[in-house]
């Protein structure tokens, strides 16, 4: 299969280096992860045609934005960009940064800002000025401002770092429906674990300019020897397609692509594609199948590893069909139940929280 885009490049920084090779993906979330000066806001730089130290490669959708003999403009490369902090012009109102951002696109005549502003949420605010917003209205009102554009590629900096929790509560399922609606590849850089797990599809995991880890984000939570693997904040992610919905009880089944059922809260719409996190605290095992239980999901699976322990607890890697879970036990369960890989267990799911529909 002929890749079509793709990054590999280095920058020299004095005594720091970025060196990435990597495949850019046509559709859906790429997680950019790693802690502060690890090259994430260097990266993206670099794909958005800002840092002149860069050398290599970038091809994207059969473009050459990068070789050795050009080196194209971020005007050029049809990109949207979104910053930490919203850089609103503070002396328009957000009408007229909206216009902004048409005035710069390459199909005014195709005005998409009516279906933007119902999807962020923000037609109450064109009079306003950027002042007035809290820090979520102004992310909101900057992601729609770069989409204006009709960019082909969607580039994020820690959108919400310099906002307090409120207001990532806020604007979280907004990143979410854009996870949903939009049918550009979205590029979104974090040090947050819990905003990449909930929004991206797969992963690079950056350290001192390298990149350590690249893989889907169900992979990168669940996989021994992992960056992402966390013992304390566990959590396994899986998608599933609605295939059934019970209206009286306010449930609907949903089934893996690899074919596990599991019930779920709520009367979705059928053939929906959702996002289930499974945290590993909510995941129990025992050795035969309980009769009696107030738990919906209890699945028969297999102990594929012990990931890791700690003075009082355990972390387990299970499998149902090809679908990997997490739990997270006491030593003294795991003891008494006499656990190894390739015991066959049950496991009972206590809770399974839904994010947002997948593209």
Not at 169 to 177: F, K
Request: glycine share 6%.
């Amino acid at each position: 299969m002929t890749v079509t885009n793709m990054c590999s490049l280095t920058v020299n920084k004095g005594e720091f280096e970025l060196q990435v090779d990597f495949e850019i993906p046509d559709k859906g979330v790429l997680g950019i992860f790693g802690h502060s000066g690890s090259g994430k806001t260097t990266l993206l730089r670099c794909l958005a045609g800002l840092e002149k130290k860069a050398r290599g490669s970038i091809v994207f959708n059969g473009d050459n934005w990068l070789n050795d003999r050009k080196h194209s403009s971020s005007q050029s490369r049809n990109i949207g960009y979104i910053f930490q902090d919203s850089r609103l012009f503070v002396h328009l109102s957000v009408l007229k940064n909206l216009e902004y951002g048409m005035r710069r696109s390459a199909a005014m005549h195709d005005n998409n800002m009516p279906s933007l502003l119902q999807l962020l949420n923000i037609a109450h605010l064109l009079e306003r000025m950027p002042e007035s917003l809290s820090g979520g209205e102004k992310q909101r009102v900057a992601i729609a401002r770069a989409l204006l554009k009709k960019p082909q590629l969607l580039l994020m900096d820690e959108p919400m770092a310099s906002l307090d929790d409120t207001h990532k509560n806020e604007i979280m399922p907004y990143l979410e429906c854009l996870h949903e609606k939009l049918s550009i590849p979205i590029i979104y850089v974090s040090h947050s674990l819990q905003e990449v797990s909930r929004l991206c599809d797969k992963v690079l995991v950056l350290e001192s300019g390298k990149i350590i880890y690249n893989n889907d984000i169900s992979h990168a939570l669940c996989s021994a020897g992992s960056p992402l693997l966390k013992t304390e904040s566990a959590v396994a992610v899986l998608n599933a397609r609605v295939s059934d919905v019970d209206a009286e009880y306010f449930l609907s089944t949903v089934s893996t692509e690899n074919g596990t059922q599991l019930q779920v809260k709520g009367a979705h719409e059928k053939g929906r594609m959702l996002r289930l996190r499974i945290n590993a605290a909510d995941v129990s095992v025992c050795k035969s199948r309980a009769s009696d239980s107030s738990i919906l999901n209890i699945l028969p699976a297999k102990v594929l590893m012990l990931v890791e322990q700690t003075e009082s607890e355990v972390l387990l890697q299970l499998s149902v069909n090809k679908d990997v879970f997490l739990s997270r036990i006491s030593k003294k369960s795991f003891s008494d139940l006499n656990l190894e890989p390739g015991t066959d267990v049950f496991i009972q799911i206590k809770g399974i929280i839904l994010q947002s529909a997948m593209p």
